[in-house]
């Protein structure tokens, strides 16, 4: 497609681990190279983009003027608020991913925070959360879609972007700002072990008989009764797996403050 056909997409990275990336990445319906030669136009990407340097934030500069008001702006981390923001600065000139979102927010068609760092701070905003981190929400006066998930799968990040090319709009959101599409049901209600729990076969410990057999991991440690995603109908990595089916529980990673909240992970 011509560019002028496609919605300009610019990704910021904050404090992050890149795994939101990573699962950008896979997904399979569209591939990432339907995704970017026929959808968006990515303009500024730090891990997949070929420019570094002065190079690459003259080309964040310049889709922020060209686009304004037109880009998608897509945000990958937490955002570090605490001493006005000095313990993130991005690129040669210093600045702040504080100020850098703040800035990118302002011309944004719509924002989307990929991942429970980018939505609600994320493992860098456990307690005492020294630097301050917080999900974009909080640092801009715009609506913000908020992609819980740690990460989000393939199918939640391109399925979002997807609807706002197609559509012009956000999509339904829940009382957390997330899509209903994708975060309206309980892993608890759609999981495969969930006939275990009824029947009250649980894995007492890990390695257990009932491990091997596929019971329920409730008193392992799954979150899965408190938290709303849809791991277990859309899975990972093409379909291949998710986190009860790989055998160790929901951690509960799509929900805010589930760090602190839902922690220990290996106890109910
Ligand atoms: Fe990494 Fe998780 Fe943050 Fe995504 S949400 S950047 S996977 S720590
Ligand atoms: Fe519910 Fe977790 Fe048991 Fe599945 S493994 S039924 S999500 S408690
Ligand atoms: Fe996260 Fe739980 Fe899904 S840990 S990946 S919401 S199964």
Redesign the pocket.
């Known amino acids: 497609a011509e560019l002028a056909d496609r919605v300009p997409l610019i990704w910021l990275h904050m404090a992050e681990c890149t795994g939101c990336s990573e699962s950008l990445i896979r997904t399979d319906s569209p591939n990432l190279d339907t995704l970017i030669f026929d959808h968006i136009s990515l303009e500024y990407h730090e891990t997949l983009m070929a420019a570094s340097g002065w190079q690459a934030e003259e080309n964040l500069e310049h889709a922020l003027a060209q686009y304004k008001g037109r880009y998608l702006l897509a945000v990958e981390g937490a955002i570090p608020t605490a001493n006005n923001g000095a313990f993130l600065t991005v690129g040669c000139k210093g600045h702040t991913g504080l100020q850098i979102v703040k800035d990118a927010a302002e011309g944004a068609a719509a924002i989307i925070s990929v991942g429970t760092c980018a939505a609600f701070g994320g493992v860098q905003a456990a307690y005492p959360n020294p630097t301050g981190a917080k999900g974009v929400h909080e640092v801009v006066d715009k609506t913000v879609i908020n992609l819980g998930g740690c990460p989000p799968s393939e199918k939640n990040i391109v399925g979002t972007l997807m609807y706002f090319i197609m559509f012009g709009k956000l999509p339904a959101l829940d009382m957390f700002n997330r899509p209903k599409w994708a975060y309206g049901a309980r ?2 209600d759609n ?4 006939g ?2 009824d029947a009250g076969e649980f894995v007492e410990t890990f390695g257990d008989q009932g491990a091997k057999d596929g019971y ?3 008193k392992v440690g ?4 408190y938290t709303y995603n849809n791991c ?1 109908t859309e899975r990972f990595n093409h379909h291949t797996s998710w986190p ?1 089916l790989a055998g160790h ?2 951690m509960g990673c799509s929900e805010p403050n589930f760090w602190d909240d839902m922690a220990d992970f290996e106890k109910p």
């Open positions: 892993v608890h999981c495969e072990r969930r275990r729990f329920c991991l409730y799954c979150k899965g009764p277990p009860v529980g929901c």
